[in-house]
């Protein structure tokens, strides 16, 4: 998954439900949506409206000289956050990343694609067997042995999973160098 993830994926949340041209059959992507008769979903619409305040909020938070951003095509926000913050400690910058990266599942899951928790080792036992339970809003350890102090199956927030994702995306960077 490139840089550019989020932003391609938020841009396909508006062009799927906030604008509201669509009509007749979808494209094969969100078969069940196609059909909504809601022509602007606001539950999305609000949706990008806080994650484009929260990665505002961030970035003003670890750079004050930043000023508010204001380019109305909101998939910009992630470019504008990086812009903002390039100079500041590595640290920092990871946890940008990380917000950006949860962001991005977040897009993802709304668009009803839950690959991108499949994606995710489970950080407790390393296997390839999360899934995503919307109820929880977290990503449930399919390993019937790998369990907490009370017996259940291991959960996992999106930020959780987003973290060590960065992490171990830039250990990786810096074995390479
Ligand atoms: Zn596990």
Redesign the pocket.
């Given at each position: 998954m490139g840089d550019t993830a989020a932003a391609q994926r938020l841009r396909l949340l508006q062009a799927e439900f906030v604008q509201p041209t669509r009509s007749g059959p979808g494209d094969g992507r969100t078969p069940t949506r196609a059909h909504s008769t809601a022509p602007i979903n606001l539950g999305v619409l609000q949706q990008i409206q806080a994650a484009v305040q929260e990665v505002e909020t961030h970035t003003r938070a670890a750079a004050p000289e930043a000023g508010p951003f204001t380019d109305p095509r909101a998939e910009r926000v992630y470019d504008w956050a990086r812009q903002q913050t390039a100079h500041l400690d590595a640290e920092r910058q990871q946890a940008r990343e990380a917000l950006i990266y949860r962001q991005s599942m977040e897009h993802a899951l709304t668009t009803g694609d839950t690959s991108v928790v499949r994606r995710q080792?489970?950080?407790?036992?390393?296997?390839w067997?999360?899934f995503w339970r919307e109820a929880q809003h977290k990503a449930v350890?399919?390993?019937r042995?790998?369990t907490d102090e009370q017996g259940l199956?291991?959960t996992w927030t999106l930020a959780h999973l987003a973290q060590q994702y960065i992490a171990e995306r830039n250990s990786a960077a810096a074995r390479a160098t």
């Amino acid at each position: 998954m490139g840089d550019t993830a989020a932003a391609q994926r938020l841009r396909l949340l508006q062009a799927e439900f906030v604008q509201p041209t669509r009509s007749g059959p979808g494209d094969g992507r969100t078969p069940t949506r196609a059909h909504s008769t809601a022509p602007i979903n606001l539950g999305v619409l609000q949706q990008i409206q806080a994650a484009v305040q929260e990665v505002e909020t961030h970035t003003r938070a670890a750079a004050p000289e930043a000023g508010p951003f204001t380019d109305p095509r909101a998939e910009r926000v992630y470019d504008w956050a990086r812009q903002q913050t390039a100079h500041l400690d590595a640290e920092r910058q990871q946890a940008r990343e990380a917000l950006i990266y949860r962001q991005s599942m977040e897009h993802a899951l709304t668009t009803g694609d839950t690959s991108v928790v499949r994606r995710q080792p489970c950080p407790a036992c390393g296997c390839w067997g999360l899934f995503w339970r919307e109820a929880q809003h977290k990503a449930v350890c399919v390993n019937r042995y790998c369990t907490d102090e009370q017996g259940l199956a291991r959960t996992w927030t999106l930020a959780h999973l987003a973290q060590q994702y960065i992490a171990e995306r830039n250990s990786a960077a810096a074995r390479a160098t």
